[in-house]
């Protein structure tokens, strides 16, 4: 993702994982708004899609930096969480309530 250009600067960084949460975080919502799903059916496919999120999120931290310096690797963690916390609080600010305080797999963000 380096090469194409998508994870050069900070900013860039920033962006991708604030998109990547709150495309999560919209999935889920609009799943929940449908009332002709089954609530279990529901629940299954916002896990598969946050699963594979958290796994970008494992292999992006896995292959960058090297295995003998981990400052990169932590600084990688703490910048994911930080904007993960942001993004999800945007949506929980700007969305509804009633849907963020019942159980879904955003918590799990």
Same mark, same amino acid.
């Given at each position: 993702?380096?090469? #194409?250009? /998508? @994870?050069?600067t900070d %900013? @860039? /960084? *920033?962006? =991708? =994982? &604030? @998109? !990547? *949460?709150?495309?999560c975080v919209d999935l !889920?919502? &609009? +799943? @929940?708004s449908e009332p002709s799903q089954v609530m279990t059916r529901v629940r299954v496919q916002c896990f598969? *899609?946050? %699963? +594979? =999120?958290?796994?970008? /999120? #494992?292999l992006l931290l896995r292959h960058s930096g090297d295995t003998s310096n981990t400052n990169t690797k932590i600084n990688l963690l703490n910048k994911v969480q930080? %904007?993960?916390f942001l993004a999800v609080v945007y949506c929980y600010v700007s969305k509804d309530v009633a849907i963020m305080t019942s159980e879904v797999p955003i918590h799990d963000i």
């Open positions: 993702m380096h090469l #194409q250009g /998508i @994870l050069k %900013d @860039l /960084i *920033t962006r =991708f =994982f &604030r @998109l !990547c *949460t709150e495309m !889920c919502y &609009r +799943a @929940l598969h *899609t946050l %699963d +594979a =999120f958290v796994r970008l /999120i #494992q930080y %904007d993960s």
